[in-house]
């Protein structure tokens, strides 16, 4: 079914790290993708000027892509803009980003319990609840809706510090939504969570 034009800006980018080659040769890492196109980060500069040929796979699916550089976001990242001449390809593509928009909010919803000290705002609280998108934290300090603190805490030994937003709040503590989060950091809180659920029951 062909997908307009206000269609396509319904679907929004989303986070990938899916391994690219450029022209059958180069090989770089597509950070984002959507209908448009995609952030491309590369070893090696690409010509800016030139048509150039993606090749990758997104859940199972193939693709080859034709693109034009529109952007230079830093060193050898490229704003990729996709030519997109088939309706075929379109609705292939329209389902891979669904799929990994899927995956993403799943990730994200993985929550775990846990009972582990933390700092907000530098004064010690519990951390209760986490998951990649943020975490509960049990604390005397009355805080608003919106308010902007920063999380500490440890985990296997590795320190995690980030800003956070607070989205809701009880008479024992708050819930948090991590901001602009570090990609190694919430990389070191998925394989936590992966790890704490994995194990077998006691």
Known sequence: MPVSAYE???????DTNLDVRINHQLRAAAKKLSLG?????????????????????????????TGRVIHLLGPNQYGIRFDLDSEELIGRLVEVIQKLQDVATARRSTRLKIHREALLDNEVSVLTDLSEGGGSLQTARVFNYGDIVEVRFSLENQEIHLAAQVRWKSQSGIGVEFLSPNPTQIGEIATFIIKEISKPPS
Do not use: N, W
């Open 37 to 65: 196109g995609c952030l491309i980060e590369s070893k090696e500069p690409i010509d800016p000027t030139s048509l150039i040929l993606l090749e990758f796979s997104a859940h199972g699916e193939p693709f080859r892509l």
């Open 8 to 14: 396509r800006r319904k679907f929004v980018r989303v």
